[in-house]
């Protein structure tokens, strides 16, 4: 759309702050957000007939002092407010509902806060000069840069969320790649690609990317992205940063520069706020000077608007260019002005079309775990662990390990030789004796149980060197191992449930298969512990075995030769307790690096707990042993006494949970490394486990004692809908092999893959090469080669943020029920009803598991990629050209 100087009028003039308004934001739906310094937040919904009216549940309060910055997701499922009290908030912006507070390093005032298009993360900075990350999925800081000496006052990032933008008082720009920032398997520094001294004089107070991204005629590999800022001069400067992208998985760096292209002048005074519309086409600009003007991309000033007595703060343009909003400061002031853009609406006008019900709606078939009952209260404010009971009379002895199964089955070993069975009664959870417990085999004391993956199956072993094999079902003694000469400490099945090792005071540890339950028979001897073997672990897949030592050392394992491949000496002082798996086989996130990852977790009696990053290149598909790579990802630190047993939770294993000899069970966040929550016992606390869907936590006490707790629902259910959440932009350039199969998956291209294996097909070949190049390299049938070259033309349009202008009526069904914008990746989800893929992922971040159109609670977060809207989407597009 076209706008000009005759058809701007105020629509709307908006009070209700008693303070100077300092900040706003448009929603894609026409929601207004506003700060002040009055310490609150407001929100206003478009109401044909009344124009803009505040929410009942506005303001939002949660502030101590002024109000600096809002800023609403990509998607507009969540609200980011920050403030002078060093603390920036997130909110479910359409539940009013506070969701988590982060405190800026040293609690120092905060300026600026602003996600990244892909809504993976918040980035917050302010009067210290800190830029603080934080990962929006895990909730947790992820990194601080200390670069800027003065006050950073504005972030912005590119519209394809490669880089981020900062700026401070000091008149210094600097450019950072935003897969540095975010990736927390690095030791190293992080440092800024690009820097620009000088960049205003006395200071910037605004940055804004254009959204639009254009491309190097001659070189693919080259992007333009256009750039304002502004500051305590009149001016209003123009830069070009151009980046030459290279692999990052080949341990490449991107070449980036910041160059100045132009200059806007026509305020007078400082220009305080800038804001350039979706499409690129106009930049709105307030200032000192009581005025707000808009810019074209050739530098005119086509309007300027005149209607505040008093300095003008902020700005923001609605993301079709229909209306503007303006905030202004003094005491006569304290407006909020709404700006209509076209010259044709009213207070009577209905912005947003509501969406009709009508879109196809497909049964939902998944065999996850169910997720409904944890829906129906995860949306509460109830985020403490709950003692549901302390069982003190169920042994003779020490509890000395416990394990959950996929039924509720908690199995439990103790001094008193037994192995006792407890069901976990869902209505009530109360716990109750199954009628065939104890289990009577041992002669001492029983040191390990565990459930095998499919809870057919538990093992238990004991101090008198003898392992049994128990039916879970029955309780009746399936097997017997060969009975060691001295105890046995730990037995654990491998994933499959066909190998279970056993290990203990012989200093060593034997695989044994366990497939043939009747002819069980060992496999390998694994030796070389100069001590007696504490623990042992499968990786979720099964490819390595870790054991533990008393003399402080690990052993990693190749999972089907057994050999050594790593032996880590002297990594817990005074010997190791217990170790785990993590059962996520993407546990560290972002990875640029073609590889397999997987995170162990160790304890001893230095009083940590220690996470190490195991990784394992790759190579055509396949992992290559030679160059294996074992660091210290995280050590938690709380404990007050030797760490006995350490747990990961199910599948996602976002938690861990540590006992030790101070009484204390800790559950802690493995990406922040925060402790959340300190659970206080009567005695030393020797083991823990967590149930099949995280909801509850059981823990042994050498007072013979049996806890069982209930997990917070948020807790539990970020759990389970967290690595579903892969918010996280990998730039296509730095796609490896193994992510084009994926994608090649994702779109129906399956038959495709074995092709793109053998060409090892990357990012960079799809940027560089042209659709036709890369089909017949392929050696592709017609049909193949003309559905994968439409699925490459759309990626490439997908990868530069192509929005293209429709002159026709968008038909309903291709816009996005929550964004209300055309979909680009439609999903549909368990209640039928499909979304853009991050809305609905940034939905379920928002703290919100109910369907966004009929508000019942959702079946489970599963979704599947509707391509036959996605081809029908693409065509419209193509079509519109």
């Not at 343009?317 to 076209?342: E, F, P, Q, R």
Request: glycine share 6%; aromatic share 8%; hydrophobic share 35%.
């Amino acid at each position: 759309m076209s706008i000009t100087q005759s058809d701007i009028k105020i629509i709307q003039s908006l009070t209700g702050h008693r303070s100077d308004v300092t900040t706003c934001d448009f929603t894609s739906d026409y929601t207004l957000v506003t700060g002040s310094s009055d310490k609150t937040v407001r929100i206003w919904d478009w109401v044909p007939g009344s124009g803009y009216v505040e929410r009942s549940d506005s303001p939002l309060r949660g502030h101590k002092y002024q109000v600096t910055c809002v800023r609403i997701s990509p998607q507009g499922a969540m609200l980011a407010s920050a403030s002078v009290d060093g603390t920036a908030i997130l909110w479910n912006l359409q539940l009013g509902v506070k969701l988590y507070t982060m405190v800026q390093v040293n609690g120092d005032a905060i300026r600026v806060c602003r996600f990244a298009p892909d809504s993976s993360i918040l980035v917050t900075a302010g009067d210290n000069g800190a830029v603080c990350i934080w990962d929006l999925v895990h909730r947790s800081l992820i990194r601080t840069i200390f670069e800027h000496e003065g006050t950073t006052q504005s972030l912005a990032f590119t519209p394809d969320s490669q880089y981020l933008i900062s700026a401070c008082s000091l008149e210094v720009l600097r450019v950072w790649y935003v897969q540095d920032l975010v990736d927390t398997t690095s030791d190293t520094a992080c440092n800024p690609i690009a820097k620009c001294d000088n960049a205003h004089d006395l200071g910037v107070f605004c940055v804004d990317v254009n959204k639009t991204i254009s491309v190097d005629e001659n070189d693919p590999l080259i992007k333009y992205y256009t750039m304002a800022t502004s500051g305590n001069s009149n001016e209003i400067k123009i830069w070009t940063i151009t980046s030459k992208s290279t692999p990052k998985y080949k341990s490449a760096t991107n070449e980036v520069s910041v160059d100045f292209s132009d200059s806007y002048d026509g305020h007078t005074s400082s220009v305080t706020c800038i804001r350039y519309n979706n499409s690129g086409s106009y930049l709105v600009s307030s200032s000192l000077d009581k005025l707000v003007k808009i810019w074209d991309r050739e530098g005119n000033c086509v309007a300027t608007l005149g209607g505040h007595n008093r300095y003008v703060n902020c700005v923001a343009i609605s993301k079709d260019s229909l209306l503007v909003a303006s905030g202004s400061t003094g005491s006569n002031d304290k407006l909020i002005l709404v700006w209509d853009l076209t010259g044709s609406l009213t207070t009577d006008s209905e912005l947003v079309k509501p969406l009709r019900l009508s879109q196809t709606v497909s049964k939902f078939v998944t065999d996850g775990i169910p997720e409904m009952q944890l829906m129906r209260n995860a949306e509460n404010n109830d985020n403490d662990v709950k003692m549901l009971e302390k069982i003190d009379d169920i042994s003779d002895g020490a509890i000395n390990c416990c394990s959950f199964n996929n039924s509720g089955v908690l199995a439990t070993g103790s001094g008193d030789k037994l192995v006792r069975l407890f069901k976990v009664v869902e209505e009530n959870n109360n716990v109750e004796e199954i009628s065939w417990s104890p289990l009577e085999g041992h002669t001492y004391p029983v040191n390990y149980v565990e459930f095998s993956r499919d809870g057919t199956k538990l093992a238990s072993c004991s101090l008198d060197g003898c392992t049994n094999i128990w039916e879970a079902e029955t309780g009746d003694k399936i097997a017997t191992l060969p009975e060691n000469s001295l105890g046995i400490k730990v037995c654990r099945f491998s994933p499959n449930g066909e190998l279970l090792i056993t290990a203990g005071d012989d200093e060593k540890a034997t695989i044994w298969d366990s497939s043939n339950i009747a002819a069980i028979a060992p496999v390998r001897t694994l030796e070389g512990h100069l001590d007696a073997v504490t623990s042992a672990s499968f990786t979720p897949d099964g490819a390595i075995i870790a054991t533990t030592s008393t003399n402080a050392d690990f052993r990693l394992w190749k999972g089907d030769t057994y050999e050594t491949i790593i032996v880590k000496e002297d990594a817990h002082d005074y010997g190791i307790q217990s170790c785990d798996f993590s059962q996520n086989l993407d546990p560290v996130p972002n990875s640029m690096v073609d590889e397999q990852c997987y995170v162990l977790g160790t304890c001893g009696n230095d009083s940590l707990v220690k996470l190490w990053r195991i990784s394992l290149p790759k190579k055509g598909g396949e992992v290559n042993f030679d160059d294996i790579d074992m660091k210290i990802w995280r050590s938690l630190q709380g404990h007050g006494g030797n760490v006995i047993c350490v747990r990961f939770s199910p599948d996602v294993s976002e938690i861990i949970c540590s006992t030790a000899t101070d009484r204390q069970a800790r559950i802690w966040s493995v990406y922040s490394a925060e402790c959340l929550y300190v659970l206080d016992h009567d005695s030393i606390v020797t083991a823990c486990a967590f149930s099949s869907d995280c909801s509850l936590l059981a823990t042994g006490c050498i007072d013979k004692t049996l806890w069982l707790w209930k997990l917070p629902q948020q807790l539990v259910f970020r759990t389970i809908v967290a690595n579903k959440i892969k918010c996280r932009t990998k730039a296509l350039i730095d796609w490896t092999n193994g992510d084009v199969i994926k994608w090649l998956k994702n779109m129906d291209l399956g038959d495709v893959v074995v092709n793109a294996q053998n060409a090892s097909l990357d990012g960079q070949k799809l940027l560089t090469l042209s659709e036709e190049q890369i089909c017949s390299g392929l050696d592709l049938s017609e049909d193949q080669t003309e559905r994968l070259g439409k699925e490459i033309r759309w990626l490439k349009q997908d990868e530069l943020q192509i929005s293209k202008t429709k002159s026709s009526e968008i038909p309903h069904e291709f816009l996005c029920p929550i964004t209300h914008e055309i979909m680009r990746e439609p999903v549909t989800c368990s209640d039928g009803f499909t979304y853009e893929k991050n809305a609905i992922c940034e939905w379920f971040m928002s703290g919100k598991y109910t369907s966004p159109l009929t508000n019942e609670n959702l079946i489970n977060t599963e979704y599947t990629y509707n391509q036959e809207l996605r081809n029908a989407i693409h065509s419209f597009l193509d079509n519109e050209e």
